[in-house]
């Protein structure tokens, strides 16, 4: 399964293409001996980090590797073949759909939410580009509470957005529900056949699970929370539910492996026109946040999580440098430490995790 997955990571980092980050950050180069392969596992050993973990220097893999247990009833241990939920990070899958139906002629940045939805207040206003960034002044006024079918839920959606405050950065996942239902209109697929067939398959990210077949999948990892320091105290089960109304935003898992590549042909604009990448990754409103990640002058910072597993990811916007830490016990300082310091130590930065 090893020599499998360095396969793999050997094809991703082949692509090799320039990408442009644009909002500012507050970084200070600093001046350290780089670390060793060994030095870096420490460090994630002594944050405790339960999950699976990938450092890249310079295109090289310089750690690929699990900790800790992905089912500890079954005396199952983390590996690179483990797959997680990615929570908010699918957001950045959902405007990679958006981005390819813009490369395709059937929908543009400045098209107009009204052309799908006129009944929303102010729609008539709200662009699609402000939706991939989130500063369309959507809000959701009542988030739904019984199982719904996906398009029912989207009819919710719907029924249930405001509008206000525009034109400044509020995280309001609506954005992308809503998103992910003009995706189905254009495509006249669900939301998943969508993702399935315009990206999963033809890219060959075989490990990319949609939530109804999580349970099934031989490496799916188990959620766990810390209880009177032992992390694995509480077993958090899997609630159908939950994913269920993340539609566009959270109800897909993968490995570490499909999600590192996803990052380079994502920011690589292999999934659509180097024009349309060079829009799609602008913030408006001299923001951060742009079709599911933030920019930075000088790295992209992406985060998800949902029930208690947590992906975080920072990367150089060539993506030469990357470190991924996929968790099945989320731990929100530690795990934000340790990669901060660590993406810190690799691009002779100083980098927060914030």
């Known amino acids: 399964m090893m020599k499998k997955w360095y396969w793999s990571i050997a094809l991703l980092i082949g692509f090799i293409f320039p990408s442009a980050a644009y909002a500012t950050a507050q970084t200070n180069s600093i001046q350290r001996a780089p670390m060793t392969t060994s030095q870096y596992d420490a460090r994630l050993k002594a944050a405790h980090f339960i999950g699976t973990a ?113 034109k400044k950065f509020v995280y309001s996942p609506i954005n992308y529900h809503l998103l992910a239902g003009i995706i189905q209109q254009l495509t006249h697929m669900s939301y998943w056949d969508a993702l399935r067939t315009m990206i999963v398959e033809p890219y060959h990210l075989t490990s990319v699970t949609y939530y109804p077949d999580w349970l099934s999948q031989v490496d799916h990892s188990e959620s766990y929370k810390k209880q009177a320091n032992d992390p694995y105290q509480k077993l958090v089960p899997f609630s159908f539910d939950t994913y269920q109304k993340e539609l566009g935003t959270g109800n897909i898992g993968m490995n570490i492996t499909d999600l590192a590549t996803f990052y380079r042909l994502y920011l690589h604009h292999q999934f659509f026109s180097k024009q349309v990448a060079a829009e799609l990754f602008a913030p408006l409103y001299q923001e951060a946040y742009a079709s599911g990640i933030y920019n930075y002058k000088d790295y992209y910072r992406a985060r998800g999580e949902i029930q208690q597993q947590q992906t975080l990811a920072l990367m150089t916007p060539d993506t030469h440098d990357l470190v991924i830490l996929m968790s099945n016990a989320r731990e929100d300082t530690s795990q934000m430490n340790v990669i901060g310091s660590i993406f810190s130590e690799l691009t002779q930065q100083s980098i927060d995790f914030k």
């Open 54 to 166: 990938l450092i890249l220097k310079d295109q090289h893999i310089i750690l690929a590797k699990g900790y800790g247990a992905q089912n500890q009833a079954l005396n199952i241990e983390n590996s690179v073949d483990t797959k997680y939920q990615i929570g908010s990070i699918q957001k950045a899958w959902t405007a990679a759909l958006i981005g390819q139906l813009i490369s395709q002629h059937k929908l543009r940045f400045s098209t107009s939410l009204a052309t799908f939805y006129p009944q929303i207040p102010h729609s008539n206003t709200v662009t699609i580009k402000q939706m991939l960034d989130m500063v369309s002044g959507l809000h959701l006024t009542k988030k739904p509470t019984t199982h719904y079918s996906e398009t029912e839920l989207l009819d919710y959606y719907v029924s249930h957005t405001t509008y206000k405050t525009p």
